[in-house]
């Protein structure tokens, strides 16, 4: 039912938690599991859990990193239950779902889960477009993994319902033009490698740089630009390489005739 929604689990521990996801996934529609680095996969522990859904550990992607996880992704959201990259937008579940469902159709989407223990780390919420937590006790309101990929399948397969209900209804397609569909990480991060380039050239990035280069690219990623918008900047950053580049060059050539 969900062919581009991704679910990623990073470093589970127990394989029984990747066997219980495999089960929460399948009992609302979804079948693409990756997993980065598990510590012991494939497992009996997670074939016994998986209890009807091994079809799912069978076809599961394994990966090394989560940058290789997501890396052809356009909307990539990392669950967790203290928020704790502010320079991510924070949805509900029921708005994650939504995004998920609406940019699916589109493209590749994943849901990020940490590790049992320790959650997802700072560098890897980096890979992170949004950021999404399962509201709950304030005292205890950490859930185990698959419990929490449970309560967030289950929005997306009622976000699709809604929606489909909604386009019959209307009779219109759910889809966005092209030019406000939504590029991946790796369009992103190469929007940021040419800022980085242009910024550094420019002598901006001078002294106290490694800052502000990093608030500029967490505005970037809050703002989510379009593919086109994003086309519009890149080509902008170019034009103004090329101005700096001549400029440089009819400085270092005024200098040299007056010496
Ligand atoms: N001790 C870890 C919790 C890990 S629970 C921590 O402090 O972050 C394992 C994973 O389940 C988390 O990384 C997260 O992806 C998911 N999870 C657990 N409770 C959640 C909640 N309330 N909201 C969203 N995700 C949750």
């Not at 489909?164 to 397609?173: C, D, I, Q, R, V």
């Amino acid at each position: 039912m969900f062919p581009n929604i991704r679910i990623i689990l990073v470093e589970t521990y127990h394989p029984g938690n990747i066997g219980s996801v495999a089960r929460a996934m399948k009992t609302m529609g979804l079948s693409q599991l990756y997993l980065v680095n598990p510590a012991s996969f494939p497992h009996p522990e997670a074939t016994q859990l998986a209890a009807g859904a091994e079809d799912l550990l069978s076809q599961a992607v394994v990966c090394n990193s989560l940058e290789e996880a997501v890396k052809d992704c356009a909307l990539v959201i990392g669950a967790s239950a203290r928020l704790r990259q502010l320079a991510l937008t924070n949805f509900t579940p029921r708005q994650a779902a939504e995004a998920l469902q609406i940019e699916s159709q589109k493209g590749e989407v994943a849901l990020v889960f940490g590790r049992e223990r320790s959650g997802l780390h700072n560098d890897e919420l980096n890979y992170c477009t949004h950021q999404v937590s399962i509201d709950g006790n304030p005292n205890y309101s950490i859930l185990n993994i698959a419990q929490a990929v449970q309560i967030l399948c289950y929005e997306i397969f009622n976000a699709k319902q809604l929606t489909t209900l909604t386009s019959t209804h209307l009779n219109s397609k759910p889809s966005r033009k092209k030019t406000s569909q939504l590029p991946t990480l790796e369009a992103i991060q190469d929007f940021e490698a040419h800022l980085e380039k242009a910024l550094a050239a420019s002598g901006f990035l001078n002294g106290a740089s490694d800052r502000a280069l990093k608030e500029l690219q967490n505005f970037f990623r809050r703002t989510h630009p379009s593919q086109h918008e994003l086309g519009i900047l890149r080509s902008l950053i170019s034009r103004l390489e090329k101005q700096g580049h001549f400029y440089y060059q009819h400085a270092n050539k005024t200098n040299q005739d007056t010496h």
